[in-house]
């Protein structure tokens, strides 16, 4: 069966250093891949998507992710964390029918 | 600006006491969702619908239900079924088959009075 799987509960992490959230699937075909993002009592706002071609991709506010096929992992990166990036981070997996997986969430906090 | 609203933000269910709550899109999308979030569990699906007067049931459908009567429109009711109402509830909607990514409300907050 299709998975998301999110190794990292909690992250902490000093204002200014580099963060990387990681994110693994299990897909049998070409995932659709995303990032997303939500704060404390609101809703999901997306991130980044990835479907086809370059690897790397960019998103919104400063945000990165890589997909390696051959690891089956789409690691989020941020080069320089800032304190208003503290929230819960979340991979999902579109199967190219209706449905989507997401991942249990990485929940980041960021030290003054 | 196009968007997805849900309402009410916070909401008080008695005890055998069926409640609705409702999510509005304006974004002119086909599919729509409604999610049940639980700390530490991430986001699982309780009903999705791909087209009007359609619904499929997700992993966690049992002691809800929908209907999808107008597109725009895609509200859920918790019955008195389901034992363990308390959760964040969220709605979303896409345009497309898994392929298009999804907008989400702001979620609505169900207590247990």
């Known amino acids: 069966a299709q998975s998301v799987t999110q190794p990292d509960i909690h992250i902490t992490v000093s204002e200014g250093a580099s963060l990387e959230l990681r994110c693994n699937y299990s897909?049998?075909?070409?995932?659709?891949l995303f990032w997303y993002v939500q704060s404390p009592g609101q809703g999901l706002q997306l991130l980044l998507k990835?479907?086809?071609?370059?690897?790397l991709v960019q998103g919104i506010k400063g945000f990165e992710a890589e997909f390696k096929r051959s690891q089956s992992s789409f690691n989020l990166r941020k080069p320089s964390v800032h304190w208003s990036d503290a929230a819960e981070y979340f991979c999902?997996?579109?199967?190219?029918?209706?449905?989507?997986?997401f991942g249990t969430g990485t929940r980041l906090k960021v030290l003054a | 600006d196009g968007g997805i609203t849900q309402s009410p933000k916070y909401l008080f269910r008695k005890e055998g006491q069926n409640v609705t709550l409702s999510c509005e899109q304006n974004?002119?999308?086909?599919?729509m969702y409604w999610y049940r979030q639980d700390p530490g569990q991430g986001l699982r699906l309780i009903y999705y619908?791909?087209?009007?007067?359609?619904?499929q049931k997700g992993d966690i459908a049992e002691g809800y239900s929908v209907s999808r009567e107008k597109k725009e429109s895609f509200p859920l009711t918790v019955t008195s079924a389901q034992k363990n109402p308390t959760a964040f509830y969220l709605c979303?909607?896409?345009?497309?088959?898994?392929?298009?990514?999804?907008?989400f409300g702001d979620g609505t907050r169900l207590s247990i009075l």
């Open positions: 979303a909607s896409s345009g497309g088959a898994g392929n298009q990514p999804q907008h």
């Open positions: 897909y049998g075909a070409t995932p659709y």
């Open positions: 990835y479907f086809s071609g370059d690897t």
């Open positions: 999902a997996v579109g199967e190219g029918t209706y449905k989507y997986i």
């Open positions: 974004l002119n999308h086909d599919a």
């Open positions: 619908s791909q087209i009007v007067n359609d619904f």
